[in-house]
Nanobody, 118 residues
């Protein structure tokens, strides 16, 4: 059973860069045809897919966030990382990492609250 765990600061100041890491256990992020996503849920709103990194290292981003989002990975640690630049209070949300295979969602992390505030 693949397990995912998000980690990172819970408070980020406006204009700074939000950085979160997802640690994967029970499976490899290089497993063929698996994709590893970041999703967020602002308070009172629905889930928003932000982007993903694939098993070969290729990345895909939401068009609305593409200019501020970067997803990378460290295969030696079996981790992938989200960076979101120039954050504003509207980026306050619960951030999740999740796996996807064969067009179906797999395991999700428990989520981590990130608040953007001075």
């Amino acid at each position: 059973q693949v397990q995912l765990q998000e980690s990172g600061p819970g408070l980020v100041k406006p204009s700074q860069t939000l950085s979160l890491t997802c640690t994967v256990s029970g499976g490899s992020i290089t497993t063929n045809y698996h994709y590893w996503s970041w999703i967020r849920q602002p308070p009172g709103r629905g889930l928003e897919w932000m982007g993903a990194i694939g098993y070969s290292g290729n990345t895909h981003y939401s068009p609305s966030l593409k200019s501020r989002t970067s997803i990378s990975r460290d295969t030696s640690k079996n981790q992938f990382t989200l960076q979101l630049t120039s954050v504003t209070p509207e980026d306050t949300a619960v951030y999740y990492c999740a796996s996807r295979y064969d067009s179906r969602w797999g395991s999700w992390g428990q989520g981590t609250q990130v608040t953007v505030s001075s």
